[in-house]
């Protein structure tokens, strides 16, 4: 019963470097979704699929890329890691997008130095 | 636009007394409305969610939320906190049409004082 989970739970990173943040939902939802969450800013989405090979930006997509390649994952890439970029990054899911509620994993810190 | 206001960031309650979490609301049309919380170190974790029809919604927890058009709010509210209810809470919103996703607010700090 292990829903939506995210891997790794913390990274550091120096500036400039690249990484991938993995999602995975064993709930067979069509919608995914990636936040960042600062403080005092509540949660931003950063970008979101809303099937298997689809995706859309969120309300703050720069810096960050995303893929869909099979319906239960959903992978956050930074290309050239930069300080702003230092969060906690959400992932989360949906059976479909309307009245559904959304599942959230527990998150990944990400520093960058 | 779309977007969700929580005027408090913090809000304190001696345990056993009702709480309030407050949360208005602007969007375009007819909103669906949700309460997620938050512990420490986890994702958030949904409450309840306003649809349609009654205006007080019940949840997880004991939790019930009120729904008011005219005044576009969604206030969280419980009879009776527990220490454990101590969390972040968000109020979040999504238009019936036109949006794919949710629009949250920045959160109240809840703390429940024995």
């Known amino acids: 019963n292990a829903g939506v989970t995210q891997t790794p739970k913390f990274r550091v990173l120096k500036t400039g470097q690249s990484m991938t943040l993995l999602c995975a939902q064993d709930?067979?939802?069509?919608?995914m979704y990636w936040y960042r969450q600062d403080p005092g800013m509540g949660l931003r989405l950063i970008h979101y699929?809303?099937?298997?090979?689809?995706?859309a930006k969120g309300e703050v997509p720069d810096g960050y890329n995303v893929s869909r390649l099979k319906k239960q994952n959903f992978l956050l890439g930074l290309e050239s890691a930069a300080p702003s970029q230092t969060s906690v990054y959400f992932c989360?899911?949906?059976?479909?997008?309307?009245?559904?509620?959304?599942?959230f994993g527990d998150g990944t810190r990400l520093s960058i130095l | 636009a779309q977007s969700v206001a929580q005027p408090e960031d913090q809000v304190n309650v001696a345990e056993g007394n009702p709480l309030t979490v407050k949360c208005t609301y602007s969007?375009?049309?007819?909103?669906?409305l949700f309460w997620y919380v938050q512990y420490p170190n986890r994702g958030l974790q949904f409450l309840l969610k306003y649809i349609t029809g009654d205006n007080l919604v019940k949840g997880s927890y004991g939790f019930e939320a009120e729904f008011n058009k005219s005044q576009t709010s969604f206030h969280l509210k419980k009879p009776s906190a527990l220490v454990s209810d101590s969390a972040l809470y968000f109020c979040?919103?999504?238009?019936?049409?036109?949006?794919?996703?949710?629009?949250f607010g920045t959160g109240t700090r809840l703390t429940v004082i024995p």
């Open positions: 709930m067979n939802h069509e919608y």
């Open positions: 979040a919103v999504r238009p019936q049409t036109g949006a794919n996703n949710l629009f």
């Open positions: 969007v375009s049309g007819n909103p669906y």
């Open positions: 989360a899911s949906s059976l479909w997008a309307t009245d559904q509620p959304q599942h």
């Open positions: 699929s809303v099937g298997e090979g689809t995706t």
